[in-house]
Each structure stands twice: as structure tokens, then as C-alpha cells.
């Protein structure tokens, strides 16, 4: 299993971008996905979550209203829709899989068994 993620870049503070990550590998709907992101001299954070078939999500709070996570399980592809975006979402953004279904877990990064590698997001004030 693989995940490539893409759509990072510059952008100005109030402004949107769409981040999306492919899936190489099978058995996509049987994953729960995750979007963090790691700021320099910052820990992962949890961005959001979302289930195997796309109708339960969850959100960290600092990007509550204003992120938006959908899947595609017939083009394997996990996205997530960033608006009024400001210079604290400024990270690199990872896209991550895991099996369980405990949602309590859903925020833990230690949770999730497949990693992207990172895209860049800076946003400018």
C-alpha cells in the first residue's frame, strides 16, 4: 500500500486549497483515512477523519467549519477542502490509513498504519 498525496502550495491567508492523496494497493473502502499536519518544532496534529464509506467524519477543532474531508472509493482517493485558510495552517500535511474502528482513536497518529509523505502548505499574511 501506498499513498501519494498532492495539491500543497502558497496561498494567502482567506484563501482555499484542495489537497488530495491516492491510494496504490487494495482493499481502499476497508481503511478509515486521516489528514495531519506537522508545523516546524510543532507535534502531528490531528486534522480529520473519515470512516471506510465516507458517512461519518470527525474534525480537530482548530479546523472545525472550515475544512472539509471526502473519499472517492472508486478512484481510491482521499481529499480534503481547506477554506479561510490562515497562517497557523501553515504544516506540512500528511494523509494517513488505519483499520480500527475505534474512533476514539481516530485522533492518534500512533493509530494509523499508512503514511503519505507530506505535502506543503504555506499560507502568507
Known amino acids: 500500500v501506498q499513498l501519494q498525496a498532492s495539491g500543497g502550495g502558497l496561498v494567502q491567508a482567506g484563501g482555499s486549497l484542495r489537497l488530495s492523496c491516492e491510494w496504490s494497493g487494495p482493499t481502499f473502502s476497508t481503511y478509515h483515512l486521516g489528514w495531519f499536519r506537522q508545523a516546524p518544532g510543532k507535534e502531528r496534529e490531528f486534522v480529520t477523519s473519515?470512516?471506510?464509506?465516507?458517512?461519518?467524519?470527525t474534525y480537530g477543532d482548530s479546523v472545525k467549519g472550515r475544512f472539509t474531508i471526502s473519499r472517492d472509493n472508486v478512484k481510491k482517493t482521499v481529499s480534503l477542502q481547506m477554506n479561510s485558510l490562515k497562517p497557523e495552517d501553515t504544516a506540512v500535511y500528511y494523509c494517513?490509513?488505519?483499520?480500527?474502528?475505534?474512533?476514539?482513536?481516530?485522533?492518534?497518529?500512533?493509530?494509523?498504519?499508512?503514511w503519505g509523505q507530506g505535502t506543503q502548505v504555506t499560507v502568507s499574511s
Open positions: 494517513a490509513a488505519r483499520r480500527t474502528t475505534d474512533w476514539g482513536l481516530a485522533g492518534r497518529a500512533d493509530a494509523y498504519e499508512y
Open positions: 473519515i470512516d471506510s464509506w465516507g458517512g461519518y467524519r
